[in-house]
């Protein structure tokens, strides 16, 4: 089952000549872009101060140059949205840098309308480093082909992708190793990571707790996804709500968010217990003052261990884990909500949505 809901972030806001513009350019086909020879970039024009605003962004009109040897040209289908995005604006990167006056770095799907390298024929769907743009043009070496009739392309950034349903499923079988009966919980529940690695812990007998933004998202957790509680940490206080529901503790915590959620649970720890380090979105908006866990000794008190990953440090783990969310997803046994924003021009506007909690499942910008 894949359930899509589509993103009216913005509607109400006024558009800018430009987006004006690209609104008419977006509707074009994959043949009639290439021949009108423009690809839609968005570029980093300014680093954020503290959010990442709409005015860093630019979208670009960019003529295509003729195809070098050795390269293809994709259209891109979906460009994903991910909160590690937003470190990446920034002086120092979490992971990568993007530069000022540069694509903005993305994971997306598409297909490839135009070859010059043998094996890599038009029309496959490949995944890949594509960045925020309608026309990537570069060397195959980093793309990856993808079966384009499994389901709609997004498939394979949402349940398949890699900083996504991969990330999910590398975490909970390789770190966080969710046993039967024990009490699970995850931050940014209701998100892309968090929506996946739900799931796998009720698939493991774990009793589930989601911790997320609003009654929509905890109503689509619990009625939708099988989790047995939600904690709106917008309008509850996390670590009383923890207390109640599991009073014998937590004995594993998947951790999106980090600050003051992280101190709730670590207060909140059973004996032995496991607190997996994903991510931590709330801290991304200032990265050079990061504020970390006050309630660290917790983990002496409780013997418990913390444990951070990242996906792409398991790469042997990789075909295991889309081998495994291929088949949940053919049994109809998993599901991600997809959260799909429309066109290139709506991406300035897309980490603001994602950092004020806008989606629900995995957020994308379709071209
Ligand atoms: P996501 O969960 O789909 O979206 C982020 C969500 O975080 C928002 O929807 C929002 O939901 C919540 N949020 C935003 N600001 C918050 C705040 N200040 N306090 C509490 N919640 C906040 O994003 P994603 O791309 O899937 O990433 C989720 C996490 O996974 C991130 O920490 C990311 O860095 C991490 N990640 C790690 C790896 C890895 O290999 N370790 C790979 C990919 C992603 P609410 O409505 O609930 O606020």
């Known amino acids: 089952m894949l359930s899509v809901s589509i993103g009216v972030g913005f509607q109400d806001q006024p558009l800018p000549f430009y987006r004006v513009t690209i609104v008419c350019l977006a509707v074009l086909t994959d043949e009639s872009k290439l021949m009108a020879n423009l690809n839609q970039a968005v570029i980093l024009v300014k680093r954020p101060d503290r959010d990442a605003t709409p005015d860093c962004f630019e979208v670009q009109s960019q003529a295509l140059q003729t195809l070098a040897a050795g390269e293809v040209r994709v259209a891109v289908a979906y460009v994903s949205v991910d909160a590690g995005t937003r470190t990446m604006l920034m002086g120092e990167g979490f992971h990568r840098q993007v530069p000022l006056g540069g694509v903005v770095l993305a994971g997306a799907v598409g297909r490839i309308v135009e ?20 026309i990537a043009t ?10 384009g009739d499994l389901g709609p392309l997004s ?29 699970f919980v995850v931050s940014a529940a209701a998100g892309a990571v968090g ?24 109503a689509y957790l619990t009625s939708q996804l099988g989790f047995d509680a939600v904690i709106d940490y917008k309008s509850q206080d996390v670590a009383s709500e923890l207390k109640r529901l599991a009073p014998a503790g ?27 380090i994903c991510g931590a979105v709330s801290q991304y908006d200032n990265m050079t003052q990061v504020q970390g866990p006050s309630l660290y ?45 429309p066109g290139i021009e709506s991406y300035p ?10 989606n629900l499942g995995k957020l994308m910008v379709k071209i």
């Not at 498939?155 to 770190?175: C, D, F, K, Y």
């Not at 506007?349 to 806008?358: E, K, T």
Request: charged share 20%; hydrophobic share 45%.
């Open 195 to 218: 929506c996946v690695a739900g799931q796998i812990a009720k698939k493991a007998g774990a009793r589930v707790i989601g911790i997320a933004g609003g009654d929509r998202k905890g």
């Open 349 to 358: 506007n897309a980490l603001g949505f994602m950092f004020s909690g806008g």
């Open 138 to 147: 570069l060397k195959p070496d980093l793309l990856e082909k993808v079966d």
């Open 297 to 341: 000794l917790r983990l002496a008190e409780r013997q418990s261990v913390m444990e951070g990953f990242a996906y792409f440090h398991f790469p042997e783990a990789i075909p295991e884990a889309k081998a495994a969310i291929s088949q949940w997803i053919k049994e109809d046994s998993i599901t991600l909500p997809e959260e799909i924003l």
């Open 155 to 183: 498939l394979h950034l949402g349940l398949l992708g890699g900083s996504t349903g991969v990330t999910a499923w590398i975490g909970m079988t390789q770190v966080a190793k969710v046993q039967p009966g024990e009490v």
């Open 250 to 276: 937590v004995n594993v915590f998947f951790d999106n968010v980090g600050g003051a959620i992280l101190d709730a649970v670590l207060d909140n720890l059973a004996l032995r217990a496991r607190v997996v």
């Open 115 to 134: 070859s010059n390298v043998e094996d890599w024929a038009v029309g496959q769907a490949v995944r890949g480093p594509l960045g925020a743009q309608t």
